[in-house]
């Protein structure tokens, strides 16, 4: 389906404005991926047995696997049983770029909801922890209460309760002693790389998506989160996987709020960077393809802290699976070139 021809003016001149090729909104994702927990043991022989479909390995990535984007995995029982878990290569990407290992004993997670990379995180750090017995953790931090409450029930379906700690609040105010290891910004941002988002979007039917029981949801939700933050923007309003209407004109019409998620990923940046210690690690993500929310936050940053440098975020990836951001040593997973949605990676290191 071509969606450009179904998307309004003012988006396609959102698009513009971001430096965002059009082109990337015609692909059609051919395939989804799956992980299974880092310390499970089965080999690709045994794996293709339980399940009825062609999987692939993704070599790049340890124990994360391709298969048809239409393939549904909850009724396998390795889902079940909680040894498999649905993540996009680009959000294992992130997760593989902050390269955990024995000495990640605090990471961070700002933005942590609904838990995709936070799970992945906190799996490799119970690999760690049952080797030499040190307790490792990591702490996530999301400003939303139903995206967390989706978070802690996934935490424990995977028995992870032991390795990660959430936390409500504004990410940009988020105070601990702890000078973590690691610190993932996974930013709030447009969301306009979800392209499978942008489809449900435009599919449904105008009245389907302004349903009276959907409004009024919107307005508790949103009556709720000006009572505890304001000024700040969240998804919150929305369901996890629903865009209304409002939604989407807020996120990509209103120049007022894109300023304000400008803002909010600049201040995200800011506090997770202040909570990582000397010689530590933080990635920055978004699944945005704008370059005001990506490279030139990036550019801003490095400019305003001397003790900050670039790193690739992983070397070996090839050329089909990623490609370069529009600055050195940043990657973007660019849905067309990579079938994955879409996704900035920058790895920043503190000197
Ligand atoms: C891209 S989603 C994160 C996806 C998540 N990292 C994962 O892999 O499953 C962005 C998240 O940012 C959260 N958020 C928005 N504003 C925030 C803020 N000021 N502080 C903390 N979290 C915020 C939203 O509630 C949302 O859960």
Not at 41 to 60: A, D, G, K
Not at 96 to 103: F, G, T
Not at 104 to 117: S, T, W
Not at 141 to 170: A, F, G, P
């Amino acid at each position: 389906m071509n969606i450009l021809n179904k998307l309004s003016p003012q988006f396609k001149e959102f698009l513009q404005e971001e430096g965002i090729d059009e082109e990337i909104f015609l692909f059609e994702q051919t395939l989804r991926y799956v992980r299974i927990k880092p310390d499970y043991q089965i080999t690709f022989e045994q794996l293709q047995q339980q399940v009825s479909f062609s999987m692939q390995p993704i070599h790049e990535i340890p124990k994360l696997y391709s298969l048809p984007a239409n393939q549904k995995i909850n009724n396998l029982q390795l889902y079940k049983n909680g040894h498999l878990y649905g993540i996009d290569k680009s959000s294992a990407a992130v997760v593989y770029s902050l390269d955990i290992n024995k000495d990640d004993i605090n990471v961070l997670e700002i933005c942590c909801a609904p838990g995709a990379k936070l799970t992945f995180i906190a799996d490799l750090l119970r690999v760690e922890t049952e080797k030499d017995g040190i307790q490792r953790k990591v702490f996530g931090v999301d400003i939303s209460q139903n995206r967390l409450n989706i978070t802690q029930s996934i935490v424990n379906k995977y028995k992870l309760e032991k390795y990660v700690e959430l936390i409500l609040q504004d990410g940009t105010k988020y105070k601990n002693q702890i000078q973590f290891d690691k610190v993932l910004i996974d930013a709030e941002c447009t969301h306009e790389g979800s392209i499978k988002h942008l489809k449900k979007y435009i599919q449904k039917p105008m009245h389907e998506q302004n349903s009276k029981k959907q409004q009024k949801n919107n307005k508790a939700s949103k009556k709720q989160l000006q009572k505890n933050y304001t000024n700040t923007y969240t998804t919150e309003q929305t369901k996890a996987n629903e865009w209304t209407e409002e939604d989407f004109n807020s996120r990509f019409l209103d120049q007022k709020k894109l300023q304000q998620i400008y803002d909010l990923q600049f201040s995200l940046l800011e506090n997770g960077y202040k909570l990582l210690k000397q010689n530590g690690i933080l990635i920055y993500s978004t699944c945005s393809f704008s370059q005001k929310q990506n490279e030139d936050q990036i550019i801003k940053f490095l400019e305003q802290n001397n003790d900050a440098i670039l790193v690739h975020p992983f070397y070996g990836m090839q050329e089909q699976q990623c490609k370069s951001g529009q600055i050195f040593n940043t990657v973007r997973f660019d849905p067309k070139v990579s079938n994955t949605g879409g996704m900035f990676i920058a790895k920043i290191k503190k000197l």
